[in-house]
């Protein structure tokens, strides 16, 4: 059955780093873009960063332009979030997601209504 697993959250002080992972299974990784998602506390779920097979078509949030970054691992099926210079505003659930290849490219707008399949989430709180 298709899973997506979110992994790597924790405790981390301003500036810190975390790498967020996505393990997938039950489907082919390169016929998805996947996307990073996450919710604040009090507020609703937004687009942190969407990208293509290859890293193609990348859109990343205004607010984590700089710091975070995506990546793929095809031979573990795996999505990464390499997340740095960290800030108690990023504090919240990162949940990553999937969207057919095809529609992402002919719409790659990283919008949380557009994607599916969704993880369980995972905990980043960014504090001193």
């Known amino acids: 059955q298709l899973q997506l697993v979110e992994s790597g959250g924790g405790l981390v002080q301003p500036g810190g780093s975390l790498r967020l992972s996505c393990a997938t299974s039950?489907?082919?990784?390169?016929?998805?873009?996947i996307g990073w998602f996450r919710q604040l506390p009090g507020k609703e779920r937004e687009g942190v960063v969407c990208?293509?097979?290859?890293?193609?078509?990348?859109v990343y949030a205004d607010s984590v332009k700089g710091r975070f970054t995506v990546s793929r691992d095809n031979a573990k099926n795996t999505v990464y979030l390499q997340m740095s210079s960290l800030k108690p505003e990023d504090t919240g659930i990162y949940y990553c997601?999937?969207?057919?290849?095809?529609?992402?490219?002919?719409?790659?707008?990283?919008?949380?209504?557009?994607?599916?399949?969704w993880g369980q989430g995972t905990q980043v709180t960014v504090s001193s």
């Open positions: 997601a999937r969207r057919r290849i095809l529609q992402y490219y002919s719409d790659p707008l990283c919008l949380s209504s557009r994607f599916g399949s």
């Open positions: 990208s293509g097979r290859s890293d193609e078509r990348t």
């Open positions: 039950g489907f082919a990784l390169s016929n998805y873009a």
